[in-house]
T-cell receptor, first 114, second 109 residues
Framework: DAGVIQSPRHEVTEMGQEVTLRCKPI?????LFWYRQTMMRGLELLIY????????DSGMPEDRFSAKMPNASFSTLKIQPSEPRDSAVYFC????????????FGPGTRLLVL | ELKVEQNPLFLSMQEGKNYTIYCNYS?????LYWYRQDPGKSLESLFV?????AVKQEGRLMASLDTKARLSTLHITAAVHDLSATYFC?????????FGTGTRLKVLA
């Protein structure tokens, strides 16, 4: 298996622009997680899905952030409008059976908002 | 609310020395995970510990779990420079994972 795939790997944008991050989970995994990692705040869970349905979005920082999972093999995290404080590494991860099985992380998207 | 604490947060050690990283968690959980993150890279799964008394070993790393004490340890034996990384423990919550703050390990030659 190719593992969790994320795109783009790097994104540089200007404040106010829309940013869309993409994720393809491991085939057969029914849980998908979006995390954000910064030096100041560490690793934060933003939202997770089970069978394409958002289960817990309490970690989404603001209404500027939204996430969708239209099918089992694709998810997006969108920031609109972006702000400099959104600069971070965004990871997507997937697993079988939620916390009951090992979670596998994608390579991450390094986002810089100028 | 399930909370996970790791200590130390930073660890600088000499090659050849032994050391232990501790992971404490606040409520009952029967699965604990250890991950490694190299600078600028993603998180890589190291171990999953499934029951009280479980012990897993890979090379110079050995992880153990005491569910009664709500404690897991990651023991490093005869450290080498290649082990320099950040190590995270994570506990299974309800359908999700609660991560510790990470321990940044630097092994000095």
């Amino acid at each position: 298996d190719a593992g969790v795939i994320q795109s783009p790997r790097h994104e540089v944008t200007e404040m106010g622009q829309e940013v869309t991050l993409r994720c393809k989970p491991i085939s057969g995994h029914d849980y998908l997680f979006w995390y954000r990692q910064t030096m100041m705040r560490g690793l934060e869970l933003l939202i997770y899905f089970n069978n394409n349905v958002p289960i817990d979005d309490s970690g989404m920082p603001e209404d500027r952030f939204s996430a969708k999972m239209p099918n089992a093999s694709f998810s997006t995290l969108k920031i609109q409008p972006s702000e400099p404080r959104d600069s971070a590494v965004y990871f997507c991860a997937s697993s079988l059976a939620g916390g009951r099985e090992t979670q596998y992380f994608g390579p991450g998207t390094r986002l810089l908002v100028l | 609310e399930l909370k996970v604490e790791q200590n130390p947060l930073f660890l600088s050690m000499q090659e050849g020395k032994n050391y232990t990283i501790y992971c404490n968690y606040s409520t009952t959980s029967d699965r604990l995970y250890w991950y490694r993150q190299d600078p600028g890279k993603s998180l890589e799964s190291l171990f999953v510990l499934l029951s009280n008394g479980a012990v897993k070993q890979e090379g110079r790393l050995m992880a153990s779990l005491d569910t009664k004490a709500r404690l897991s340890t990651l023991h490093i034996t005869a450290a080498v420079h290649d082990l320099s990384a950040t190590y995270f423990c994570a506990v299974s919550g309800t359908y999700k994972y609660i991560f510790g703050t990470g321990t940044r390990l630097k092994v000095l030659a």
